[in-house]
């Protein structure tokens, strides 16, 4: 997401140790590589440099037991990338949590909304 470019709503950030977290950005990040099949695909669809969404990708792979992302080196047969079952298991547990969290926050938010100036 570009800056200047925020929905209003809940954006959410699980602490699942200190110094290790999953958010918006690793969420989307990992839905883009399921749904692109690559990582660099991944990174432009989302404006993110290749190395930035592979440093992210090794990082995740490295907090957990076993790996989310699985690649496959270029060549004539293409290479790509896919989550493993661990990687579909974490985003999907992400995603319901944002949205409980975003179905909890709603009465809130709509009534700091309905108090924001109206002059903006």
């Known amino acids: 997401m570009k800056?200047?470019?925020?929905?209003?709503?809940?954006?959410?950030?699980?602490?699942?140790?200190?110094g290790?977290?999953?958010?918006?950005?690793?969420?989307?990040?990992?839905?883009a590589i399921a749904a692109t099949g690559s990582i660099?695909?991944?990174?432009?669809?989302?404006?993110?440099?290749?190395k930035r969404a592979w440093l992210l990708v090794e990082t995740m792979n490295a907090l957990f037991r076993a790996p989310?992302?699985?690649?496959a080196k270029g060549g004539r047969t293409g290479g790509g990338a896919r989550l493993t079952p661990?990687?579909?298991e974490v985003l999907a547990a992400y995603r319901r949590m944002?949205?409980?969290?975003?179905?909890?926050?709603?009465?809130?938010?709509?009534?700091l909304r309905r108090r924001l100036s109206r002059s903006r």
């Not at 660099?40 to 290749?50: E, H, L």
């Not at 989310?68 to 690649?71: A, N, T």
């Not at 944002?98 to 709509?110: G, I, M, Q, T, V």
Request: hydrophobic residues 50%.
């Open 20 to 31: 290790i977290a999953i958010g918006p950005g690793k969420a989307d990040l990992l839905e």
């Open 98 to 111: 944002e949205h409980a969290a975003a179905k909890a926050a709603s009465p809130e938010l709509a009534r």
């Open 86 to 88: 661990l990687g579909e």
């Open 3 to 18: 800056a200047g470019n925020v929905t209003p709503g809940v954006r959410l950030r699980v602490v699942l140790e200190r």
């Open 68 to 71: 989310l992302v699985e690649s």
């Open 40 to 50: 660099a695909a991944a990174a432009r669809g989302m404006a993110m440099s290749y």
